[in-house]
């Protein structure tokens, strides 16, 4: 037959545990996590402090129009 030799015949689709991880894909993956959570808390304080920054703006035009 002319098949490749790298394809295998049965492809075992176990799954993988945490003592399965080399150490640097656990700091990847505990890079990714850290990532979301950062992002989430930023998305979270701009929504929180929008009005504030908008209010803030709003004061800062008005005393450089003001002259």
């Given at each position: ?5 790298f394809?295998?015949?049965v492809v075992d ?15 990847t993956?505990?890079a990714?996590?850290?990532c ?9 304080l ?5 009005d ?11 005393d450089k129009?003001?002259?």
């Open positions: 037959m002319n098949r490749l030799p394809i295998p015949d689709l176990g799954t993988t545990t945490v003592r399965d991880l080399t150490p640097i894909e656990i700091l993956l505990l990714l996590l850290s979301f959570i950062f992002m989430g808390l930023v998305v979270w701009v929504k929180r402090n929008a504030d920054k908008s209010a803030l703006m709003s004061y800062v035009l008005r129009y003001k002259k």
